[in-house]
């Protein structure tokens, strides 16, 4: 073989093993950010505080009806993020676990009683709750994994969530339902009482 075949078998087969480490690196950033998301997703589904207190604000936007069905699953999300950006950049909130369980048992409570407060108060209450499960999301991004699809797989999963809850929500029309509703409330805020405990103790 002269000189000038192996020069073009050497040229040839370097493109290809380069284009086979682009295809390579490309495939591995495509799934680092997969991960990202699901990551992020799976996280809000990982902790029973952060599942109950999430269901509840469906439950509760349910049995106060519109708006509210649609203002309080859209308010805590929004929050949320803002929380976990917060989480990012390291900024301290105080009280993070014990934010958490005490949401479950306020967002319980007014299920159990049936509280219906003015709008603007029920989305009050339900943003700064979001606070503290945003800012406990966003401190525990893992290193490496794209910040924002991590963020946007945990709204996306508290958006399940809260769909859940809405779902639950919907059997209050019925008065067995109502019952039903009111049971589920308080189980929620029982459960948050035990995550409360477990925070202080």
Known sequence: ???TIRLAWTRAATAGLLALWAQAASAHVQAREAAGFLTGFAHPLS????VLAMVA???WGAQLGAPAIWVLPLAFPLVMALGGMLGFLGVPVPGIEVGIA???IVLGAAVAFELRPA?????LIVGVFAIFHGHAHGTELPVGQNALLYSIGFVVATGCLHAAGIGIGTVHRWGWGRRLLRAAGAGVAVGGV????????
């Open 1 to 3: 073989m002269n000189a």
């Open 47 to 50: 902790g029973a505080d952060h």
């Open 57 to 59: 604000v469906g439950l």
């Open 102 to 104: 005490t949401s479950a």
């Open 119 to 123: 709008l603007a108060v029920a989305a």
């Open 194 to 201: 035990f995550f409360l405990w477990r925070a202080v103790a």
